[in-house]
């Protein structure tokens, strides 16, 4: 059974950071694109952040750049989101996303992915 864990959320002041992990079990996502979303009340699920198999190529959302660093240690299974100066805005269920196949270039749209993990919550207070 393939599974993506998410943890690390939680409740941070504005101008805090937080480090989201995202763990993989029941196969190897070593070779494939993985990539985080976020999904606020009452909004659509919107990209975040992704990086190729191997580390080398990432791409952020406008939102995200400059102050989120998405990484993966592909020997422990886990891609991690760290985010720093949080805002308000920032608020949202985090999900982790595998993309399949391993030859699947990154992608930025949600369509694309078939494995998901269950979101963990990151709230910014002002």
């Known amino acids: 059974q393939v599974q993506l864990v998410e943890s690390g959320g939680g409740l941070v002041q504005a101008g805090g950071s937080l480090r989201l992990s995202c763990a993989a079990s029941?196969?190897?996502?070593?070779?494939?694109?993985m990539a985080w979303f976020r999904q606020a009340p009452g909004k659509e699920r919107e990209f975040v952040a992704v990086l190729s198999w191997n580390g080398r190529d990432t791409y952020y959302a406008d939102s995200a750049k400059g102050r989120f660093t998405i990484s993966r240690d592909n020997a422990k299974n886990t891609v991690y989101l760290q985010m720093n100066s949080l805002n308000p805005e920032d608020t949202a269920v985090y999900y982790c996303?595998?993309?399949?196949?391993?030859?699947?270039?990154?992608?930025?749209?949600?369509?694309?992915?078939?494995?998901w993990g269950q979101g963990t919550q990151v709230t910014v207070s002002s």
């Open positions: 029941g196969r190897t996502f070593s070779n494939n694109a």
């Open positions: 996303a595998a993309r399949y196949p391993s030859s699947a270039v990154p992608s930025n749209r949600a369509t694309d992915y078939t494995y």
